[in-house]
């Protein structure tokens, strides 16, 4: 079984920064995509940002320019800084991987963190 553990959210000033990390557990061979995503009461879960294992990125226009994706292989670990952070960004932040290879489990999963909430207030 493949777990994401999500640390880093809390509060933030306008224009201030949080880091986000996930780390992924499990017998994990391979993940293709990890990713974060966000959620406000009432709306669609929606893309932040994808790294792939080569790191290559995706990033939402809203967050272009202010959040960084990053991962570390070797940890199966994603991280989001996010600077410059605007009320706009609250929002639970979901980390998400994709294509995940595990042991002893044939094809791929994908899975889910709990979430964290980022609250961006003055």
């Known amino acids: 079984q493949v777990q994401l553990v999500e640390s880093g959210g809390g509060l933030a000033q306008p224009g201030g920064s949080l880091r986000l990390s996930c780390a992924a557990s499990?017998?994990?061979?391979?993940?293709?995509?990890m990713g974060w995503y966000r959620q406000v009461p009432g709306k669609q879960r929606e893309l932040v940002a994808t790294?792939?294992?080569?790191?290559?990125?995706n990033y939402a226009d809203s967050v272009k320019g202010r959040f960084t994706i990053s991962r570390d292989n070797a940890k199966n670990t994603v991280y989001l800084q996010m600077n410059s952070l605007k009320p706009e960004d609250t929002a639970v932040y979901y980390c998400?991987?994709?294509?995940?290879?595990?042991?002893?489990?044939?094809?791929?999963?994908?899975?889910w963190g709990q979430g964290t909430l980022v609250n961006v207030s003055s």
């Open positions: 998400n991987a994709d294509r995940v290879v595990v042991a002893f489990i044939t094809g791929y999963l994908e899975v």
């Open positions: 499990g017998n994990i061979f391979n993940i293709d995509v």
């Open positions: 790294i792939t294992n080569d790191n290559s990125t």
